[in-house]
């Protein structure tokens, strides 16, 4: 995935100095010659949304050919042979990206319920899951850790055609230590279990970093402390040591892939930054340090707080085993206040959600929390466009309705601006230039 759009980035790097609001011009100045003509699509809106400076343009065109942007603005003019899209009264905005998913993982399948289920299985329910989420509005994801490399197999399937769902970024198994978050917690000694991404010690996590990546990983994620649902450990306590983060980050960085970082504990996010990841995941005991330190060394926070409502709300239905519904009653609604802080004192904020901890498609539901916290709704809005598409890497293919990107929008009835629960009731989904809904 990351190699195909890398050899995109040079053909469009000239169409990617324009900005919304370019002229006919631009149509020529990047047609594809010598090829077959791909199809011309128009899409026009009442309102559009350029997440860049948060203003509106009122009767937006955007001019599409094949599955890239070619213009956008209100002086575009359709040519003859464009088929029309008309939107009437919606407001155009990219499409939506999620920065932490478990595409094949389900709510109800959590704790004990999933010892049954195969990774074939896992896969199919992905599949299933992909659908949801790109119907909802979320055109691309990073899926940070699947049982194998289930959400490896997804992303093929998806960038082959074979089956619907978001541009993805996989990780494989996450990488921790014996006995960590990211390792199986749940059976007893004599099962031996352990998780395909467990490497202890500056050797191992060399190898597993390497073996990780050959298998199609196109992310490292890794435990840098506890978590909330894993048995008897604890989401304070840092996991990795600074060695270990710096010997995984300098491997996967030198082999072109980013490092996101699952941390609760304010001591695992301080040596996960130090050693250099990308993303600190959730950061629920985030303190003013670890915030300048964020700040500092450009590591983005990826919050992921609408889960705990859901799922102390729902810890019943889905047999959440006690142990973990206790962890998940402290840290969850800690996680609120210190992300807020982080926020206000300006830490980078790129959108995640942990879908799959909850059910696939609710993603949205996130905003409104970014909103109570402090954060203004185009800042929430940024966060799942431009901002997630930095951390990606792939700020020059998605994230926002720029010439040169591909054409992935969605279309709301209402101003997200005023209301940022507008994005829960997504109206019409583009996906690569194809309408998916
Ligand atoms: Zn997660």
Redesign the pocket.
Known sequence: MSVRLSSFAVVFHVAQQFILGVSLMTVSAIGISGETPQPLIAVKAAHMLNVNDGTFIDQAIVLIRGDKIIAAGNKVQIPETAQIIDLGDKTLLPGLIDM?T?LTADPENSGYSSIALSVPRQTLIGARNARLTLNAGFTTVRD??AEAYSDVGLRDAINAGDIPGPRMMASGPGMGITGGHCDDTMHAPEYRLTSGGTADGVAAVTQKTREIIKYGASVIKICATGGVLSFGDDPKASQYTLEEMKTIVSEAHRLGKKVAA?AHGGDGIRLAVLAGVDSI?HGSYIDDEGSKLMKEHKTWLVPTLYLGDWLIQHAEEIKLPKALLEKAKIVLPDARKHVARAVSLGVPIAFGT?AG?YPHGLNAREFAVYVQIGMTPIQAIRSATINASKLLGWEDQVGSIDVGKFADMIAVDGNPLKDVTELERVKWVMKAGAVIR
Request: net charge negative; charged share 25%.
């Open positions: 932490h478990h940070v850790y699952h995941e942990d901890v």
